[in-house]
Each structure stands twice: as C-alpha cells, then as structure tokens.
C-alpha cells in the first residue's frame, strides 16, 4: 500500500495540512515540558522540586495531548468521510478493508513522523527560553540550566506519532465496515444518527466520569473538590462529544429558528442541511465543544481557588490543579504573624496559578483556534458539489454565504450549548463538594472571560464557515460541477 | 447517450456453454416490515461464458440490485449465486473480496478512479493490491489497447470521461477476470466516447473470452450484447437473443413496458 500512500500524500497534502499543524505544535510542546523536565530531574535531589514541575507541566501535557487527539480523530474523521466513494470504488473492486485502513494509518503516520521530527527540533530551540521564563515566574526552582535532551526529543517524537495513529485508527473504525455499495452512494443519507460503537462509546466516558467523581468524593479538600471537578469535567467533555450527534438535531432546529424567520430561504435550507448531516454538524460542533468547555473550567477552577486561597480559614490546602506548590497544609489557629506569612503565601500561590493558567490556556486556545478553522474548512469545502446546483438553480451567492452564516450559528450553538452543559453539571458537583452553597459560587466565577471564550469560539465558527464558503462561491458554479 | 448500430457480424450464440454466473431462485428484500421493499422476485438465469449480456429495465425494476448480489457486493435474501462454479452464498466478507478481486472486474457508470494515482497506477491497482507486481508489457499492451498508452502518466482529473472509462475499462481486465460487471458504463458519455468503450467491452468478449454482463437504460448499447435481459418489478419478464438484439426490437420492447 506504500504506493498509495505515498500518491495520495503527494496529491492531497492540503488535506492534512491541519494535521500537520496540530502534530507539529503538540510534538514541540511535549518536546518542550519533556525537557524541562528532563533538566529539573538533573539538578533536583530530593524529587520536590521535580514532583512540583511534573504536577504542572503533566496536566499542561495532558490537556493538550487529548486535545491534540481529539482534533486529530475530528480532521481524520473528515478525511475518511471526503474520501467516502474512493473506499467504496477500491473495496470493490477488491482492496481489503485492512488494506485501506492500513493505507489511511500509513498517511497519519508519514505526516505525523515529518511534523513530530519538525515540531520536536522547535520543542528543544523553546526549551531553554520556557526553562527561564518558568524560573523568572517563579513556577520552578532556580537550579535548572537549559540544554539538549534526547528523552525530550524521543518523548514528543513517540507522543505525538502515536497520538496521530491512534487517532487515524479511530477514525477509519466507523467507515470500514459500511458496505462497498453504500460508501460508493455519495448522496446517501445518513440512516444512523448514533453509531453503536459511538453510543457504547459515550456510555464508557459517562461512567467513567461518574467513577472519577465518586473517588474523588472519598478524599476530603477543597483540593481534592476542584481536581475532581477537573477530571468529571474532561470526562464528560469526552462522552458529550461522543453524543453530539444527538443533540444536533433539536439545537439546529432551535438555533436556525430565527433564520427561518428573518430569511425565509437561506434560513429554512440552513435548518434542512443541518438536519439532514448531523455527523457533519457534531464533527464541526466537536472542537467548538472541545475550546469552549475546557476553557471555561480551567478558568472557573482557577478563579474558584483563588477565591477559597483567600479565605484561609476556610481552605486548607491550595489547589494543585492549575498550579503546583510546596506550602504546608496546615492551618491551626494561627498567630498574627503565621496569618500574615499565610496571606504572603498565598499570595505567591495566586500569582503561580496565574502563571499556570497562562501556560495551560496558551496551547489550549491556539489548538482549539486551529482545528475549528481547520474542521470547517474541511466540512465546507467538501460542499463545492452542492453549493454548485444551488447556485445552478438560481441562489444568489448572498443567498448561499446567509445560508453557511445560520448553518455556522447551529454549529457554534450546539458546541456551546454542550459546553454550557458539561460545566454547569460539573460546577454544581463543585458546588456540592465545596463549602459554598451554589449561590455562593456563582459570584466567584469568571463570567466576562467566560462571555469572551463563549464569543471567541462563536466568532470562529462564522469565519471558519465563512472564509472557505466565499472562496468556494468565488468560482463559477459550473467549473466547480465540472471539477468534481 | 446514443451510439450507432454495432456489426451484427460480432454476435455470438449465447448457448452451449458453461455458465460464467448462474443465478437461482435469486431474491433479495430491502429493508424489514413494514418498509421492506422486494427488489428481485426469484431470478433464474444462467449466464454462458464468454458472452455479452445486458440487462435493461426500467427504473427501480432491480438491475443494479441484480448485478450487486451477481457480483456478491450485497447479499441475496434467499436463492444462490454461482460465479465461475464458486457458489457465492457460504463466503466471508474477506473471501468475497478477494473474490472480486481475483475473478471480477467492475466498470462503473462513474468511473470510481483513484484520483491521487495516475492511469498506469490505477490499471495496475487490483495487482498491486493484490500483492502482485504488474508486468511492464501487459500493462503497455493494455493501455495501448484502451489507447491510453500516451497519457498513463496523467491523473484522471486530466483526463476526458471517455478517457476516464477506457483506462476504468483497462483497470477491471488486467487481472484476466472471468466476469466483468458494468454498472452504465456510457451513461455519463457522449455518443463517440461511449461507442470506443462498448467496442472494447465487445474486444473482451470476443477476443479475451470473458464474460460481460452491463446493465444499461440505452438500447443502442444494449445492441452490443448477445442477450438482453429485460427486468420489471424485479421479474425477468424477457429475453432477447440472436436477431432480436436490435436497438430497433430493445427499443420496441422496452416501450411495451412503458419505459
């Protein structure tokens, strides 16, 4: 199959170009925290320090890497559906379904091999700079020096290679096992809104959630409430992404409502293909889904620990979740002086989270930027056929961008409305856990950066929508039916 | 599409012979309860080797129902499906795959070529999928023979449709099968393309031996065959062979369906 990996590669790298960029940037950030490391590993004697920095740069690894995954499973979800009638046409006439799926994975795997080699030289050049931005910020001991690492190297090589196939394989699960002649139907209706291995999927990660937060229910801590808030949270962002499909048509037909009123044809077209593709609508929703929600937890868990951090009498411990610290979890009856050494501590620990939260959303945003542009190009773009007969029949290119302009609000709304959902379960869980009764709570969020992450990953859904849908109705409809 | 009327001359009995496809008591039903829907009612048919035949019908009477579970793409309901002396019902899904792609070749009204791989590529993709390496002279002679042997480092995008189907027709005989399938191979051509490729459909038959079974809506294409089976309701209600195989006596019976 070397060979058709290698043609399609040459052919169709403009596919892959958003996969490349996420495996490049996720091999360099894990090249990066490796080394660090590596190198606080080489200084640190007793393990404190290092334990310190795992705790951080391992949740900034780990946040980013299931990110990284679930970009790449969306974008190589995409691949497989654009290249739906070709499965369909070599399944016929006699390539196996191994054959092809081996052919899929060897294509993840050569782009992810170029982009981690690519993405790890970068991850060591930043290494040195973020090893001196970390200790001028006081989130690392000074001590560490800066210099080449070969397990960093090797860890964001192997991370994030694996990261790439793991998720190709995924993606080629579903369309492997459709039938030769209903992959070579392009126009067949989707039949199955829910998949089962999707279903059993989604069941998996809400039992899992479940799971993570009756243990961490066991241990008691305003520390131990947020880090269960953090992993029921991811949890559920998981099994909420496996059951967006479900959650398209309901959200598409409400959010398209106003465009139905406003813009009787655009608007009503707009609800119909929404309807109608609700695998396409999930996969675009997905990192809509993915940015907001684990956006807006990261910034509610921090804000929440600052908040109980500067009430010493009421938290004992500080929050390791969005940053690590050495300060002594004890608080007994303190003496003016002991309070005023506290307040300096945790003072430090509010800059450190600040520090941290910086560090984590950084790579978070710029991925989520990534993969909604990248999803959306990909999903509009495979419409040029479509776009072409309603252009052919008489729509205007207004007529049409209106369309996309609604279909992008069901997208942004159905990724919000899971996100909303997926944080406030988890807050209220918090709120169970804290103690803060929930009326409590709600002034210690965040809510004018929530609004801004809510408005950031609305706005990129209509130019992820709207750049790819110009460009296409750029072209005389003819050409495009011609091309395709 | 219309093509002109091909030599009478090239005709062949269609009787005589070992059956390349033989198809028994052949039903298949889509969907379950209420919504099933019967699209073949007990097919019995016999296909010699080394024939041309296609089948013709109107719209939804089970043509391409019946050369799916011929070509064991879909599975029939009940009846049975011998292909080549391979019966086709007890096979796994990998067998039947490596069935096709050993012993069938598909032609399709689409073409279905791999866009990223150019046209000697995709002629050579059953071998190589197959784990073969592809014989540099058979390979020259095929493409030559579709008159492709100039542009077989081209992409199909480069290509016109007629050119597109040629090298699709070249893809589905490079592994020597003994059935080709063809799905409207002229339907998307015009009437100079779709000629070269029924003329090399007929090649196949009489030069190569193998056996062609094309469904199609066009009687003059259909007048390439040696028989003409004519489906309604998915019944097979007629059959033509010898002298009747006119696009003149197609065209008359299938407007006696209504079609």
């Known amino acids: ?484 | 599409m219309k093509t002109t009327q091909p030599p009478r001359t090239v005709h062949r009995p269609a009787t005589g012979r070992s059956p390349a496809l033989d198809l028994r008591s052949l039903q298949k039903t889509h969907g379950k309860g209420r919504q099933a829907v019967t699209a073949l009612h007990g097919i019995d048919h016999a296909i010699p080797s080394g024939s041309f035949t296609a089948v013709m019908g109107p719209s939804g009477s089970g043509k391409s129902t019946l050369l799916h579970c011929a070509a064991g793409l879909e599975r029939p309901t009940s009846g049975s499906v011998t292909l080549a002396g391979q019966e086709l019902s007890g096979l796994s899904e990998r067998q039947l795959t490596l069935l096709r792609r050993d012993r069938i070749g598909f032609v399709f009204q689409d073409f279905h070529l791999v866009p990223a791989l150019s046209v000697a590529a995709n002629v050579a993709l059953p071998l190589r999928l197959a784990g073969r390496r592809p014989d540099p002279h058979r390979l020259e002679e095929l493409l030559s023979n579709v008159g492709l042997l100039d542009k077989r480092n081209r992409r199909p995008a480069e290509l016109s449709g007629g050119q597109q189907q040629r090298a699709a027709l070249a893809r589905a005989l490079v592994t020597h099968p003994e059935v080709v399938f063809a799905d409207e191979p002229t339907g998307a051509l015009d009437r100079a393309s779709g000629r070269d490729v029924l003329k090399l459909l007929r090649d196949a038959v009489d030069d190569l031996g193998t056996t062609v079974v094309m469904v199609t809506h066009d009687p003059q294409a259909a007048a390439w065959a040696d028989e003409v089976l004519v489906l309604a309701d998915g019944r097979l209600v007629d059959r033509l062979t010898g002298p009747d195989v006119s696009a003149e006596t197609i065209a008359a019976r299938m407007a006696a369906l209504g079609v």
């Open chain 1, 1 to 484: 199959m070397f060979f058709l990996v290698l043609g399609t590669l040459r052919t169709r790298l403009w596919q892959y170009a958003g996969v490349l960029v996420v495996v490049v940037m996720s091999a360099a950030l894990v090249t990066t925290l490796t080394t660090v490391l590596d190198r606080v590993h080489r200084v640190s004697a007793e393990g404190g320090a290092e334990n310190a920095a795992g705790s951080l740069l391992g949740l900034v690894g780990g946040t980013s890497g299931l990110t990284a995954w679930l970009l790449v499973v969306n974008t190589m979800s995409l691949v497989v559906q654009q290249r739906r009638r070709e499965i369909g046409a070599l399944r016929t006439i006699g390539a196996t379904s191994r054959q092809l799926r081996l052919e899929i994975v060897g294509e993840a795997l050569a782009i992810s091999l170029a982009g981690a080699a690519a993405g790890s030289g970068l991850g060591l050049a930043a290494a040195g700079p973020a090893l001196t931005w970390l200790i001028r910020n006081g989130v690392l001991e000074p001590g560490p020096t800066s210099g080449l690492s070969l397990p960093g190297f090797t860890a964001g090589v192997l991370c994030t290679t694996g990261i790439a196939v793991l998720a190709a394989w995924a993606a080629t699960n579903g369309p492997m096992r459709i039938s030769p002649i209903a992959a070579l139907r392009e126009s067949e209706v989707e039949r199955r809104t829910m998949p089962t291995g999707r279903a059993v999927g989604a069941l998996v990660m809400l039992g899992l959630a479940w799971a993570a937060w009756d243990w961490y229910g066991r241990r008691s801590g305003p520390h131990e409430a947020i880090n269960g808030t953090m992993a029921l949270c991811l949890l559920l962002i998981l099994g909420a992404w496996l059951l967006l499909p479900l959650l398209v048509r309901p959200i598409a037909a409400l959010s398209t409502l106003p465009g139905r009123l406003l813009s009787r044809y655009s608007g009503t077209l707009a609800a119909a293909n929404s309807a109608a593709a609700t695998r396409r609508v999930a996969a675009m929703a997905g990192p809509v889904l993915i940015a907001a929600g684990l956006s807006a937890i990261l910034l509610c868990g921090n804000s929440v620990s600052r908040q109980t951090d500067s009430r010493p009498t009421v938290v004992s411990a500080s929050p390791q979740t969005t940053a690590p610290t050495t300060a002594p979890e004890k608080a007994n009856k303190p003496t003016p002086a002991e309070t005023r050494q506290q307040q300096a501590q945790a003072d430090t620990r509010q800059e450190r989270n600040a520090v941290g939260l910086r560090i984590l959303m950084l790579p978070l945003i710029t991925f989520s930027a990534i993969g909604i542009l990248n999803t959306l190009l990909l999903a509009t773009r495979r419409r040029r056929q479509e776009f072409a007969t309603l252009r052919l029949t008489g729509s205007t290119r207004g007529q049409l961008l209106r369309m996309l302009g609604w279909e992008s609000a069901a997208v942004a709304l159905t990724g919000l409305s899971a996100a909303t959902a997926v944080v406030t379960i988890s807050l209220a869980g918090l709120a169970s856990r804290l103690p803060l009764p929930p009326p409590d709570l709600l002034p210690l969020l965040p809510w004018g950066q929530l609004a801004q992450v809510a408005l950031g990953c609305a706005a990129l859904g209509l130019l992820g929508v709207l750049i790819p849908g110009v460009l296409v109705l750029r072209v005389h409809p003819s050409q495009v039916a011609r091309a395709e």
